[in-house]
């Protein structure tokens, strides 16, 4: 079972997080804190195994001593769309991961499991706010958009590698969950690239988002 801390100020929020999680199997919502002050001695208290920090509790600054005191604990950021530069920060700061506040429960629970066994994850609904930030409405984008129901005649394999990039996968841990080698999924990667006309991994995050891939 991988025990999670939510550290989020709003009530609602963390009401919303437990009912997220509440049907994800083998993930169980352990506690809660409203402050960054309070996350340490929550942690020691009800110990856990990933910790959900919403980027309104602050950044480094904040993190730093939870870090210090509980280094074993795997962090989330739930970041915001409109304070991008606090999750990458966090991100920079040690955060093991991270997905966009209001992202869809299956995001948040792949989240957990992939940063708890290990991994960094940065989730599809970040990448894509990444992307829409550095690309404003009316800039022209990286490809085409796919054709409805799938995207440009991709095999069945570089579909789920696809899905995998999206979700913050590197190439060797790819190789591993498809129990290949890392060769094969590089030249996946530019079989996609060639397909899709996607020239890097946030152009293919959207592409994977706009052809419905990622569930």
Same mark, same amino acid.
């Given at each position: 079972?991988? $025990?999670? *801390?939510? /550290?989020?100020?709003?009530?609602? @929020?963390?009401?919303?997080?437990?009912?997220? +999680?509440?049907?994800?199997?083998? +993930?169980?919502?352990?506690?809660?804190?409203?402050?960054?002050?309070?996350?340490?001695?929550?942690?020691?208290?009800?110990?856990?195994?990933?910790?959900?920090?919403?980027? !309104? +509790?602050?950044?480094?600054?904040?993190?730093?001593?939870?870090?210090?005191?509980?280094?074993?604990?795997?962090? &989330?950021?739930?970041?915001?769309?409109? $304070? &991008?530069?606090?999750?990458?920060? &966090?991100?920079?700061?040690?955060?093991?991961?991270?997905?966009? /506040?209001?992202?869809?429960?299956?995001?948040?629970?792949?989240?957990?499991?992939?940063?708890? @066994?290990?991994?960094?994850?940065?989730?599809?609904? *970040?990448?894509? @706010?990444?992307?829409?930030?550095?690309?404003?409405?009316? !800039?022209?984008?990286?490809?085409?958009?796919?054709?409805?129901?799938?995207?440009?005649?991709?095999?069945?394999?570089?579909?789920?590698?696809?899905? *995998?990039? @999206? /979700?913050?996968?590197?190439?060797?841990?790819?190789? !591993?969950? *498809?129990?290949?080698?890392?060769?094969?999924?590089?030249?996946?990667?530019?079989?996609? $690239?060639?397909?899709?006309?996607?020239?890097?991994?946030?152009? &293919?995050?959207?592409? /994977?988002?706009?052809?419905?891939? +990622?569930?």
């Amino acid at each position: 079972m991988i $025990r999670v *801390l939510v /550290a989020e100020p709003d009530a609602a @929020a963390r009401a919303r997080r437990r009912t997220q +999680l509440a049907g994800q199997p083998g +993930l169980a919502v352990v506690g809660e804190a409203t402050r960054a002050r309070h996350v340490v001695a929550q942690l020691a208290a009800t110990p856990a195994d990933v910790l959900l920090w919403h980027g !309104a +509790l602050g950044d480094a600054a904040g993190l730093d001593p939870v870090r210090a005191a509980h280094p074993a604990v795997r962090v &989330l950021v739930l970041g915001q769309a409109d $304070r &991008l530069d606090r999750a990458a920060r &966090l991100l920079a700061a040690g955060a093991a991961g991270g997905v966009l /506040a209001d992202a869809a429960g299956a995001e948040l629970a792949q989240g957990i499991r992939t940063v708890a @066994a290990g991994r960094r994850f940065v989730g599809p609904s *970040l990448g894509l @706010a990444a992307w829409r930030a550095a690309h404003p409405a009316g !800039a022209p984008g990286p490809s085409a958009p796919p054709p409805p129901g799938g995207g440009a005649g991709l095999s069945k394999r570089e579909t789920q590698v696809l899905q *995998l990039v @999206a /979700a913050g996968c590197s190439n060797a841990e790819i190789a !591993a969950q *498809l129990f290949t080698s890392r060769r094969t999924v590089e030249t996946h990667r530019q079989n996609l $690239r060639a397909k899709t006309g996607c020239v890097n991994t946030a152009a &293919l995050v959207r592409y /994977a988002v706009r052809a419905g891939l +990622l569930g």
